[in-house]
């Protein structure tokens, strides 16, 4: 049997990286959790993938935290405390939209927009060429990019997703999917505490927030939204077997760049190996100044 994440973890998470509400103007809410507000240092928004949530960032946070970096982590539309978007099937429009809101709630100026699998998507649309937020995303980061399967050619390959998704969900529910995550999400060399860790986040996810985050993997298409408008770098763990590092080198190749490999880490690789994430991000955050 697995074993728990231990309550001592949980409370690091509370001491260190507690969640809270931001309020937009429309209603909605959006659960951040944040390290290092009032630094000086680069700021970094991170955006987590479809089984997972702001708590993920934990260790990478606290990395960056030490080295002068402000960070906030959302729980995307449907996560956590977030309030989900509207529409049943939206699009990477609608997480961008709920992006800029909580950008504009927090006042953030300049900041570097970090995207891990899932996230990807909401990034990638954030950074676009004729977005709004463009000109406040000093750089942007892919890590394991979800592509998405809403590019033509691919209708095969979304309907086999969505009902393999969908099947998953109601035939074994979140508990099930979370016992077993790490055993794809992480590569077989991580430590027990992440796969804790990996277990944990996914046990906390909303099945209706899940379900609208499914048809936006279904529908989406990073690619379109790419070279973005701002600098940018890719990365991907080594032995991802998730978005492999062939299908990350892709969209690398489509920004006019090589992909960077993160060695001995699977799909989750800021979870897996903080460090090298960590340094990366500092890495990007020194080449915008």
């Not at 074993?3 to 998470?13: I, Q, T």
């Not at 956590?80 to 006042?107: E, K, M």
């Not at 463009?134 to 050619?153: D, E, F």
């Not at 804790?196 to 609208?212: D, P, S």
Request: charged share 15%; proline share 6%; net charge negative.
């Amino acid at each position: 049997m697995n074993a728990p994440l231990a309550d001592s973890e949980l409370a690091r998470l509370e001491a260190n990286f507690a969640a809270r509400g931001v309020a937009l103007p429309g209603g909605e809410v959006v659960s951040v959790r944040e390290c290092g507000a009032g630094s000086t240092g680069p700021v970094f928004v991170c955006l987590h993938g479809i089984g997972s949530g702001a708590a993920s960032w934990l260790d990478t946070a606290l990395l960056l935290q030490a080295q002068g970096a402000r960070v906030i982590a959302w729980d995307a539309p449907g996560y956590g405390a977030s309030t989900p978007v509207v529409p049943a099937q939206p699009t990477a429009a609608d997480y961008a939209q709920r992006l800029q809101g909580l950008v504009d709630a927090l006042d953030l100026e300049q900041f570097v927009l970090v995207g891990h699998s899932l996230g990807a998507i909401t990034a990638g649309h954030a950074a676009r060429p004729g977005s709004p937020l463009a000109s406040r995303i000093g750089r942007l980061l892919l890590i394991s990019p979800a592509a998405g399967y809403g590019a033509p050619g691919k209708e095969e390959a979304q309907q086999r997703v969505r009902l393999q998704r969908f099947a998953t969900l109601h035939n074994e529910g979140v508990a099930a999917m979370a016992a077993k995550a790490d055993q794809r999400l992480l590569s077989a060399n991580a430590s027990e505490l992440a796969r804790q860790w990996v277990r944990w986040n996914m046990g906390r996810l909303h099945e209706a927030g899940y379900a609208q985050a499914v048809e936006l993997l279904c529908g989406a298409d990073l690619l379109a939204d790419l070279p973005p408008a701002v600098p940018v770098h890719v990365a991907c763990g080594a032995q991802d077997v998730v978005t492999t590092p062939e299908s990350c080198a892709v969209v690398a190749r489509r920004c006019g760049l090589q992909l960077e490999l993160l060695a001995d880490a699977g799909h989750a690789s800021y979870v897996e190996q903080p460090q090298a994430v960590a340094a990366l991000l500092l890495r990007e955050a020194a080449n915008q100044a």
